[in-house]
């Protein structure tokens, strides 16, 4: 004879297991007294679940998206944990891109770590040691035009927020040290 254990907590089917016989009564079967069941669950498709009704004699589908991971359309994440609870209809598998205001404040952040960096070309130790100070002063006056355009790139660059509109580190000056 088979019997269905289910979950003392959820109530969720386990798995199947043959009840051996009574050795004491021919033709009965040892049958756990606890979370098993002689009705057969009903099949579970995907997203699905076999748990066991209140009264113990018989089974419901329950959603089971537990551990299913998703986002809003506002970008935060979710997970689910609950056994029943289902993700919501506006739900996306991956996070949405990013809205034009995340681009440009990406782009700003990533403007103004290149300002402090620039604002370290400042320094009377800047540039390798063998320099010229005529050579330490036209390479201020490359990073100046440098900050220059990173300080009016994002208002006057048709393509901001979009990367294109980034100005290239000059290459004849050395990057300082972050």
């Known amino acids: 004879m088979m019997v269905y254990q289910y979950s003392r907590e959820t109530g969720e089917y386990l798995h199947p297991f043959r009840c ?40 419901k589908l329950v959603p089971d998206y537990r551990t299913h991971e998703y986002w809003l359309p506002d970008g935060s994440y979710h997970k689910i944990e609950t056994l029943g609870e289902e993700p919501p209809a506006e739900a996306l598998d991956e ?10 404040n990406q782009e700003r952040a990533w403007r103004n770590h ?18 010229t100070e005529q050579q330490r002063q036209e390479a201020q006056t490359t990073i100046t035009d440098y900050i220059r355009q990173l300080k009016t790139g994002p208002n006057n660059h048709p393509s901001f927020p979009d990367k294109a509109w980034r100005p290239v580190w000059p290459a004849d000056v050395p990057r300082p040290a972050v």
């Open 20 to 59: 051996q016989a009574n050795p004491a009564r021919p033709g009965e079967f040892l049958i756990p007294p606890d979370n098993t069941t002689t009705q057969r669950p009903p099949e579970a498709g995907q997203y699905k679940v076999a748990v066991i009704n209140s009264k113990k004699n018989g089974w």
């Open 95 to 104: 996070p949405p891109p990013p809205t034009p205001a995340d681009l440009a």
């Open 114 to 131: 290149e300002l402090s960096v620039a604002d370290r070309c400042f320094t009377p130790v800047f540039g390798p040691v063998d320099w």
